[in-house]
């Protein structure tokens, strides 16, 4: 059976038409920001707590409730010392925030680290390290 050429393109016009119903995204409403003051206040909050030596999944247990992925703290290194730097960037969804840590390592030593944490805000408020 052969199908004309017009016939085709309306074939294929018809299939990419119907593909692409409801990709709009007059139906999607993308999340919201993280708030800044939020993303500040709990991130100070976590680094408080890992120098006070509670752990990242006590942190969690707290209100609000706060997840932290940092590999020092969870491998239970002392934070000494941490300052926020300048230049936080909202990045999506989240706020990253440089910040210099001084940390105590397992064998005794001090070491200054610059990192980048990765803070959301909504709807659950996640702490993540970047290095």
């Given at each position: 059976?052969?199908?004309?050429?017009?016939?085709?393109?309306?074939?294929?016009?018809?299939?990419?038409?119907?593909?692409?119903?409801?990709?709009?995204?007059?139906?999607?409403?993308?999340p919201?920001?993280?708030?800044?003051?939020?993303?500040?206040a709990?991130?100070?909050?976590?680094?408080?707590?890992?120098?006070?030596?509670?752990?990242?999944?006590?942190l969690?247990?707290?209100?609000?409730?706060?997840?932290?992925?940092?590999?020092?703290?969870?491998?239970?290194?002392?934070?000494?010392?941490?300052?926020?730097?300048?230049?936080?960037?909202?990045?999506?969804?989240?706020?990253?925030?440089?910040?210099?840590?001084?940390?105590?390592?397992?064998?005794?030593?001090?070491?200054?680290?610059?990192?980048?944490?990765?803070?959301?805000?909504?709807?659950?408020?996640?702490?993540?390290?970047?290095?």
């Amino acid at each position: 059976m052969a199908i004309d050429r017009g016939r085709l393109h309306s074939i294929v016009a018809a299939a990419a038409l119907v593909g692409c119903l409801g990709c709009s995204g007059t139906n999607h409403t993308p999340p919201p920001a993280a708030d800044p003051a939020a993303a500040r206040a709990a991130l100070e909050k976590a680094l408080g707590c890992w120098q006070m030596r509670i752990t990242p999944a006590q942190l969690q247990e707290s209100e609000p409730a706060i997840t932290v992925a940092d590999e020092d703290w969870s491998e239970g290194r002392r934070l000494l010392e941490y300052q926020l730097l300048a230049d936080e960037q909202a990045w999506g969804t989240s706020i990253r925030w440089p910040v210099r840590l001084k940390l105590v390592l397992s064998d005794g030593r001090e070491q200054s680290l610059d990192v980048l944490y990765v803070i959301s805000t909504n709807p659950i408020i996640h702490i993540s390290r970047r290095d």
